[in-house]
């Protein structure tokens, strides 16, 4: 497998990644599993550990799950009907015309779009669809919010990748040459205690690049903040994340192309 520009910020938190990203809501798989031509295979680019294709093998015959770094592979969830697989979005390895949808989660704005999107026309059947997904900034009910944006934006706001502006805007101005399809409004909702929450925050990338430019982790800083302001550790909150999602036919027109 040749990694080309793989730019790899989870493998060495493969383990926390597993236990603290949150997963999708099941609507989430009935609407994509409601707009694909058939349900007998299906391309999940970037799994990560197998957050979203766990719940796709709940819909499709069978679920090839494909990331570029062996580690998230090696701590990835098993599944009956799920196929793990260490390789690049952009040279999935399947067989022309051999998938109903491919599955980009949390991950499109880490990839080569144009190398990418030609595999996914390599690799599409007859009126496959594909679609972009992530969620955005998380939001905690209560004044517990306030805290979390800030830390969010304020302390380590520097340290995110440029990337990761595709994720605030829901990965609006990210090129996607297929007819559109739409789908419901949906989010992902969990009820968290205050350790659930720290967990999560210690797996984004950019806790990383600031432990790494400062000698020194803030998110300790900002644990021990929360966990003042939560109250009883028992406690659960609901937090919530906006799902944004770009999906489309593979083999559609879209508005403005030109007749051969």
């Known amino acids: 497998m040749s990694n080309g520009n793989f730019k790899d910020h989870f493998s060495t938190g493969s383990a926390g990644y597993a236990a603290h990203r949150p997963t999708y809501p099941s609507a989430l798989v009935d609407a ?18 197998g957050q979203l294709s ?3 093998a709940q819909r499709f015959g069978e679920v090839i799950a494909t990331d570029a770094s062996a580690a998230q592979i ?5 599944c ?8 690049l979005a952009e040279e999935s390895g399947l067989p022309d015309a051999s998938v109903d949808l491919v599955t980009v989660a949390q991950a499109a704005h880490w990839l080569d779009l144009d190398k990418f999107y030609a595999e996914v026309r390599r690799v599409a059947r007859e009126r496959a669809v594909i679609a972009l997904i992530t969620y955005g900034v998380l939001h905690v009910e209560g004044p517990i919010d306030e805290i979390v944006q800030k830390f969010y ?3 380590i706001g520097p340290y995110w990748p440029p990337e990761r502006r595709h994720v ?17 409004p949906l989010a992902i909702e969990v009820q968290w205690n205050v350790d659930d929450l720290i967990g ?21 800083d900002f ?36 007749d051969a």
């Open 32 to 49: 994509l599993a409601g707009i694909s031509p058939a349900q007998e295979r299906v391309l999940d680019c970037g799994c990560g550990t």
């Open 54 to 56: 766990v719940l796709l």
């Open 74 to 78: 090696a701590a990835a969830t098993p």
């Open 80 to 87: 009956q009907g799920v196929s793990y697989r260490a390789a």
């Open 153 to 155: 934006y304020q302390t």
């Open 168 to 184: 605030e805007e829901g990965y609006a101005s990210l090129a996607f040459p297929f007819a559109p399809l739409d789908l419901p």
């Open 200 to 220: 999560y925050i210690h797996t984004w990338s950019a806790v990383k690049a600031a432990q790494k430019a400062l000698g020194g982790n803030p998110a300790d």
């Open 223 to 258: 644990a021990t903040e929360l966990r003042r302001q939560w109250g009883d550790p028992a406690v659960r909150r609901r937090v919530t994340w906006p799902l944004s999602i770009r999906a489309g036919r593979v083999d559609g027109r879209v508005q403005g192309d030109r």
